[in-house]
């Protein structure tokens, strides 16, 4: 029998996808990736609910009651979580919003703002509740690695996740970190 597949969890909270775009951009290394490695739940596969895995990686800051479930739930299954991008980082874009009151911001959106026409702040219970402010991920779980970037390129990716499945700790060269 072969060796056991590392398992990767991914998720997009308050994210754009942009980092998971950038995940992509492997390009022919996913064919390696998927020699040894399996992915559990992701965007990208159909999988509802993270089984135990080895790796989490997490785009995106918290901005609602879903993303501390979705949030919570990689951290309890996974052994390493990895913040990836600004937003997870610091909240990233979306956390400019937290200059501002929410109800203010709603109000903007659904209410007053430009091209509404049916002034109304939706309140489905099947919504969930946004936060009063963005957070990044470390303020709800502990964080095991950051890669910086908005997004980090497929290069740096693809350094720090060879680093982790081969059991390395990662080290990132200058040359592939970037805040930008
Ligand atoms: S860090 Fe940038 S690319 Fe990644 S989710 Fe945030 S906005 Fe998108």
Request: aromatic share 4%; with cysteine; proline share 7%.
């Amino acid at each position: 029998m072969g060796k056991p597949k590392i398992r990767i969890a991914t998720t997009s909270l308050a994210g754009c996808f942009g980092c998971h775009m950038s995940f992509l951009d492997i390009d022919e290394r996913l064919l390696d990736l998927v020699e040894i490695a399996e992915l559990d739940r992701s965007p990208l596969t159909d999988i509802k609910h993270c089984t135990d895995c080895d790796i989490a990686i997490v785009e995106g800051g918290v901005c609602n009651s879903e993303n501390v479930h979705v949030l919570r739930e990689l951290r309890r299954a996974c052994k390493k979580l990895v913040s990836i991008g600004a937003c997870a980082i610091n909240g990233g874009i979306p956390a400019l919003r937290n200059r501002y009151d929410l109800g203010d911001c709603l109000e903007e959106a659904f209410i007053t703002g430009i091209g509404v026409t049916d002034p109304q702040v939706p309140g489905d219970p099947e919504l969930p509740l946004l936060l009063d402010k963005v957070h990044p991920i470390h303020e709800v779980v502990k964080v095991d690695y950051f890669i910086p970037g908005c997004p980090p390129s497929g290069d740096t990716i693809w350094a720090v996740l060879t680093d982790l499945i081969e059991g390395r700790e990662p080290v990132l060269p200058y040359e592939l970190t970037h805040y930008d």
